[in-house]
């Protein structure tokens, strides 16, 4: 089973997460550049979004496959509970109760995480690291119109080559991200996800975040970051401001060990490294999707043995490559430059 397979949940997860190019963009009516007002407005989405009771649809393309979405998301008796759906024919969702996160699959399969994951097309803006301010220039940037709703404009640009950029168009009246784009160095939207509804303010039952009946939980466990478990091979080399932010182990009947993914993040940006047994047959590969990549190394250890390491994650290919590159067997802890 390899490492891609056996995280399923988390890589379900992420795409499901992935907006996309959208058609038309929303006119900006430009204003002067605003640091201090970016970083207070990213601020108090974080702080609606996690508080919020509040359901929405929106609408996100990939290639050549646009999809209808879902997401309802309450705090009932001090927990932060969110459900995100598919409205067309894959059956797919995410359920996230507190600490716990339940992957529906598209064939019912079911997968619960211990702790949160990332789950939802803005959970980075909804765990905002405030540190972000050291490698991404945050503005706020003028006035726009999204789902028939005024919005702030805030544009996030990269201070280095190792990240994208990011658009977010923020509800005036309650600040909730209506719009968020990902964009490359050259300005081009990579992903984009847009609203076309929500509701906010509503009362939502406990019992809409019920997992649907089925066949036995596969648990896959995840852990803070200073109890993350590392595994023997890890990077020795990650760009500014990437740092370890937890992990994932998972282990089924079939499989003799457990397997460890762990989870890097610069307070916006993250990306997951895989590292698992290399088969026979075991190759370097690449392949990217948007801004998201995932990238494989084969690293020959001489008598530990041969790893396939594996990124995933929303950074440029090039950074996972080098990522990649640097991993070491039982080496120091990895650093930045």
């Known amino acids: 089973m390899t490492a891609l397979r056996l995280f399923a949940c988390g890589l379900l997860a992420g ?20 640091p201090a007002a970016g970083l207070e407005l990213l601020r108090q989405v974080s702080d609606a979004w996690r508080n919020g009771n509040f359901r929405g649809r929106f609408v996100y393309v990939r290639g050549n496959r646009m999809d209808s979405m879902q997401v309802v998301h309450a705090v009932i008796d001090g927990t932060e509970y969110e459900r995100l759906s598919h409205l067309d024919e894959t ?14 699959h598209p064939d019912a399969r079911l997968t ?44 996030i640009g990269p201070r280095d080559a190792h990240r994208y950029g990011h658009r977010l168009w923020i509800d005036r009246d309650n600040r909730l991200p209506l719009r968020y ?14 609203f076309v509804d929500i509701e906010t303010g509503i009362q939502v039952p406990r019992a809409m975040f019920d997992a649907p009946a089925g066949p036995a939980i ?41 397997a460890t993914a762990v989870t890097y ?18 190759r370097p590969m690449g392949r990217q999707l948007g801004p998201t990549v995932a990238v494989s190394g084969v690293l020959d250890a001489g008598a530990a043995g041969r790893y396939q390491v594996t990124l995933v994650g929303e950074v440029p290919a090039a950074t996972a490559v080098k990522i990649i590159e640097s991993a070491r067997h039982a080496g120091p802890a990895p650093a930045a430059d």
Not at 91 to 104: H, M, N, Q, S
Not at 240 to 249: A, I, N
Not at 269 to 275: D, L, M, N, R
């Open 15 to 34: 795409l499901l997460s992935l907006p996309a190019l959208a058609a038309d963009k929303p006119a900006v009516a430009p204003a002067a550049p605003n």
């Open 91 to 104: 059956a797919a969702e995410i359920i996230r109760r507190g600490d716990e996160t339940i992957c529906v």
């Open 112 to 155: 619960r995480l211990d702790a949160a994951g990332a789950a939802g097309p803005f959970r980075a803006f909804a765990t905002l690291d405030e540190a972000i301010g050291r490698v991404y220039a945050v503005n706020r940037a003028g006035q726009s119109r999204v789902a028939g709703r005024t919005a702030d404009f805030v544009e």
């Open 181 to 194: 784009e990902i964009v490359n160095r050259k300005g081009n939207t990579l992903e984009s996800v847009e």
């Open 218 to 258: 596969r648990t896959v466990r995840r852990v803070k970051a200073a109890q993350a478990p590392m595994p023997a091979v890890t990077p020795s080399w990650l760009p500014p401001g990437f740092r370890v932010t937890g992990s994932q182990t998972q282990q089924s009947e079939e499989d003799v060990a457990a």
């Open 265 to 282: 993040s610069d307070g916006l940006a993250a990306f997951s490294i895989f590292v698992e047994p290399a088969q026979a047959d075991a």
